[in-house]
C-alpha cells in the first residue's frame, strides 16, 4: 500500500491540473451567466465529494459500533474531518455564484439548507471528538453519526415542503450540459473524488500513527512507574 | 416488560419526589424562560398580526433554551455518590432509565409551558385564527421530541469536558427539522394560514424515528466503556 501511495498522488495531482485547465480554459463560456459559472466545476464535485465523505463516516460508525474495530473508527474520524472541509467549499462557493446569477447570496432552498445542517451536524460531531478524550469517546461519537444520518432525510423532507409553499428563486435547472462542460465537468468530479480519497486517505494513516504513539507514550510511562503499579493504573473514568 | 415499566416507574416518582421537594430545574427553568419572554417582548414590540406571525418562534426558542437548563441537571444528579455505576453494574434494563429520565424531563417542560402560555398570551395579545385545539398535539409532539433527543445527548455529553455547553451543540443542529414543524405549525394554527397537518406529521415522524433510535441505542451509550 505504501508504494502505491506516491504513484496515486501524482496521479491525482495530473487530474487536477488537466481538470482546472478543463475548467477554465476548455470548457466554453457559459451564454446567459459568463464566467462566473466556472465556479460549478468545482461546487458540484466538492459537494459529491463532501458526501462521499460523510457517508464513509456513517459506514465506518456502524462497522465501528458492531466490531469495535479501531481502524473503523480511525476513518470515521479522518472522514468527518476532510468532509467538513469539502463541505465548507461547497457552502462558500455556492453564495459567491449565488450572489451574481439569482441576485441574493442565500435562500433557504432544499440542497442549501440540507448541505448547511448537514456541515451543522459534523461540526458538531468534530466538536463531540475534541471535547471528549476519554476511551468512550468512538462509541459516542459514531452514535452521533447515526443520529445524523437519520436527521438529514427529515430535514430534506421539511424543507422540501416548506419550499413548495412559498414562491421561490429560479434554479439554475438548465436540462443538459453542453458535451464540452459536461467533459470537464466530469473530470473535475473524478479529480475531486480521487483528492478527497487521497486526503481522507492521509489523515487515516495519521489517526493510526497518532494513536500508535500515544499508546507507546502509555506503555513507556507504565514501565516508568513500574515500581508502584498499583497506583500507576488509570482508574479515574468514574470519579468525575 | 413487567419489569421494564416498574423499574420505570419506580425511577420516575424518584425523580419526580427529588424535583419536587429541591424544584431546583423547575425554578431555574421557570424563571430563565420569563426572562426570555420579557427580553423579547423588549426587543420586538409587534402588533397583533405580527405577533401572531413571529409567536410560534420566540415560544419554542424559549422552551428550547428552557429545556437545555432542565436537561443539563438530569443526569448530573445520577453521576453524585456513583448512582449511574450502579445502574450499569445492576441487571434492570437501560431502556428503563431512559423512558423514566425523558418521561419525567417531559412533565417538567410540560409544566413549564402550562405556566409560559398563558404568560405568552397576555404579552404579545396573542389570539389564535386557526383551530387552536390542534396546538395541543403540536405542543405534546413537539415537547418529546426536544425532551427525547435531550435527554439522549445530556446522557451522550456526560462525560465529556465542559458537559453543559456540549448538550445544546449536539442537541441543536439535529432538532432543526422538529423546530422547524413546531415554529411552522404554530404559526399556521394562530395565523389560520391553511392547514398544519403536514407539519404534525413531520413531528410525529421524527418523535417514532428518534424515539426508536434513543431506545436502540441508550444501552451502547451507558455501557460506552
Given at each position: 500500500?505504501?508504494?502505491?501511495?506516491?504513484?496515486?498522488?501524482?496521479?491525482?495531482?495530473?487530474?487536477?491540473?488537466?481538470?482546472?485547465?478543463q475548467?477554465l480554459?476548455?470548457?466554453?463560456?457559459e451564454?446567459?451567466?459568463?464566467?462566473?459559472?466556472?465556479?460549478?466545476?468545482?461546487?458540484?464535485?466538492s459537494?459529491?465529494?463532501?458526501?462521499?465523505?460523510?457517508?464513509t463516516?456513517?459506514?465506518?460508525?456502524?462497522?465501528?459500533?458492531?466490531?469495535?474495530?479501531?481502524?473503523a473508527?480511525?476513518?470515521?474520524v479522518?472522514s468527518?474531518?476532510v468532509?467538513v472541509?469539502?463541505?465548507?467549499?461547497?457552502?462558500?462557493?455556492?453564495?459567491i455564484?449565488?450572489?451574481?446569477?439569482?441576485g441574493?447570496?442565500?435562500t433557504?432552498?432544499?440542497?442549501?439548507?440540507?448541505?448547511?445542517v448537514?456541515?451543522?451536524?459534523y461540526?458538531?460531531?468534530?466538536?463531540?471528538r475534541?471535547?471528549?478524550?476519554?476511551?468512550?469517546?468512538?462509541v459516542?461519537?459514531?452514535?452521533?453519526?447515526?443520529?445524523?444520518?437519520?436527521d438529514v432525510?427529515?430535514?430534506?423532507?421539511?424543507?422540501?415542503f416548506?419550499?413548495?409553499?412559498?414562491?421561490?428563486?429560479?434554479?439554475?435547472?438548465?436540462?443538459?450540459?453542453?458535451?464540452a462542460?459536461?467533459?470537464?465537468?466530469?473530470?473535475?468530479?473524478?479529480?475531486?473524488?480521487?483528492f478527497?480519497?487521497?486526503?481522507?486517505?492521509?489523515?487515516?494513516?495519521l489517526?493510526l500513527?497518532?494513536?500508535?504513539?500515544?499508546?507507546?507514550?502509555?506503555?513507556?510511562?507504565?514501565?516508568g512507574?513500574?515500581?508502584?503499579?498499583?497506583t500507576?493504573?488509570p482508574?479515574?473514568?468514574?470519579?468525575r | 416488560?413487567?419489569?421494564?415499566?416498574?423499574l420505570t416507574?419506580?425511577?420516575?416518582?424518584k425523580d419526580?419526589?427529588?424535583?419536587?421537594r429541591?424544584?431546583?430545574a423547575?425554578?431555574?427553568?421557570l424563571?430563565?424562560?420569563?426572562?426570555?419572554?420579557?427580553?423579547?417582548?423588549?426587543?420586538?414590540?409587534p402588533?397583533?398580526?405580527?405577533?401572531?406571525?413571529i409567536a410560534?418562534?420566540?415560544?419554542?426558542v424559549a422552551?428550547?433554551f428552557?429545556?437545555?437548563?432542565?436537561?443539563?441537571?438530569?443526569?448530573?444528579?445520577?453521576?453524585?455518590?456513583?448512582?449511574?455505576?450502579?445502574?450499569?453494574?445492576?441487571?434492570?434494563?437501560?431502556?428503563?432509565?431512559?423512558?423514566?429520565?425523558?418521561?419525567?424531563?417531559?412533565?417538567?417542560v410540560?409544566?413549564?409551558?402550562?405556566?409560559?402560555?398563558?404568560?405568552f398570551?397576555?404579552?404579545?395579545?396573542l389570539?389564535a385564527?386557526?383551530?387552536?385545539?390542534?396546538?395541543?398535539?403540536?405542543?405534546?409532539?413537539?415537547?418529546?421530541?426536544?425532551?427525547?433527543?435531550?435527554?439522549?445527548?445530556?446522557?451522550?455529553?456526560?462525560?465529556?469536558?465542559s458537559?453543559?455547553?456540549?448538550?445544546?451543540?449536539?442537541l441543536?443542529?439535529?432538532?432543526?427539522?422538529?423546530?422547524?414543524?413546531?415554529v411552522e405549525?404554530t404559526?399556521?394554527?394562530l395565523?389560520g394560514?391553511?392547514?398544519?397537518r403536514?407539519?404534525?406529521?413531520?413531528?410525529?415522524?421524527?418523535d417514532?424515528?428518534?424515539?426508536?433510535a434513543?431506545?436502540?441505542?441508550?444501552?451502547?451509550?451507558?455501557?460506552?466503556e
Amino acid at each position: 500500500m505504501k508504494r502505491i501511495f506516491p504513484i496515486l498522488c501524482f496521479v491525482t495531482a495530473l487530474l487536477l491540473v488537466y481538470g482546472l485547465y478543463q475548467a477554465l480554459v476548455a470548457a466554453p463560456t457559459e451564454r446567459t451567466m459568463g464566467d462566473v459559472q466556472r465556479i460549478f466545476y468545482y461546487h458540484v464535485p466538492s459537494a459529491w465529494t463532501a458526501f462521499c465523505l460523510f457517508f464513509t463516516n456513517l459506514f465506518a460508525s456502524i462497522v465501528y459500533l458492531v466490531r469495535r474495530n479501531p481502524k473503523a473508527d480511525a476513518l470515521a474520524v479522518a472522514s468527518a474531518e476532510v468532509g467538513v472541509v469539502f463541505c465548507t467549499i461547497v457552502l462558500i462557493t455556492g453564495p459567491i455564484w449565488a450572489r451574481p446569477v439569482w441576485g441574493i447570496w442565500w435562500t433557504w432552498d432544499v440542497r442549501l439548507t440540507t448541505t448547511l445542517v448537514l456541515w451543522l451536524i459534523y461540526v458538531a460531531y468534530l466538536v463531540l471528538r475534541r471535547f471528549s478524550d476519554t476511551a468512550q469517546t468512538p462509541v459516542l461519537a459514531a452514535v452521533l453519526a447515526i443520529f445524523g444520518a437519520l436527521d438529514v432525510p427529515l430535514v430534506y423532507f421539511s424543507i422540501w415542503f416548506f419550499r413548495t409553499q412559498h414562491p421561490q428563486p429560479v434554479m439554475g435547472n438548465g436540462g443538459s450540459l453542453a458535451p464540452a462542460m459536461l467533459h470537464a465537468f466530469l473530470i473535475n468530479l473524478l479529480a475531486f473524488s480521487c483528492f478527497g480519497a487521497m486526503v481522507c486517505w492521509s489523515r487515516f494513516c495519521l489517526e493510526l500513527l497518532k494513536r500508535e504513539v500515544e499508546e507507546a507514550h502509555a506503555m513507556e510511562s507504565l514501565a516508568g512507574a513500574g515500581a508502584s503499579p498499583k497506583t500507576s493504573l488509570p482508574l479515574s473514568r468514574s470519579s468525575r | 416488560m413487567n419489569s421494564l415499566w416498574s423499574l420505570t416507574w419506580a425511577t420516575l416518582v424518584k425523580d419526580i419526589r427529588l424535583e419536587w421537594r429541591s424544584k431546583d430545574a423547575l425554578n431555574a427553568m421557570l424563571f430563565f424562560s420569563l426572562l426570555v419572554v420579557v427580553i423579547f417582548s423588549f426587543s420586538f414590540d409587534p402588533s397583533a398580526e405580527e405577533s401572531r406571525q413571529i409567536a410560534g418562534g420566540l415560544v419554542w426558542v424559549a422552551f428550547l433554551f428552557a429545556t437545555v437548563v432542565a436537561l443539563n441537571q438530569t443526569w448530573a444528579r445520577e453521576l453524585r455518590n456513583h448512582v449511574l455505576d450502579a445502574y450499569r453494574v445492576s441487571p434492570a434494563p437501560p431502556n428503563s432509565l431512559f423512558l423514566a429520565k425523558a418521561l419525567g424531563n417531559f412533565i417538567f417542560v410540560a409544566l413549564l409551558e402550562a405556566v409560559m402560555t398563558p404568560l405568552f398570551i397576555v404579552f404579545y395579545n396573542l389570539r389564535a385564527i386557526g383551530p387552536a385545539w390542534e396546538l395541543i398535539p403540536v405542543g405534546i409532539l413537539g415537547t418529546w421530541a426536544l425532551v427525547v433527543n435531550g435527554t439522549f445527548f445530556a446522557a451522550l455529553s456526560l462525560r465529556t469536558r465542559s458537559r453543559e455547553i456540549m448538550l445544546p451543540l449536539l442537541l441543536f443542529p439535529i432538532s432543526i427539522p422538529a423546530i422547524q414543524g413546531m415554529v411552522e405549525a404554530t404559526r399556521i394554527l394562530l395565523a389560520g394560514d391553511g392547514s398544519a397537518r403536514f407539519w404534525i406529521v413531520l413531528l410525529l415522524t421524527y418523535d417514532v424515528v428518534f424515539t426508536t433510535a434513543c431506545l436502540g441505542l441508550f444501552g451502547t451509550i451507558l455501557h460506552a466503556e
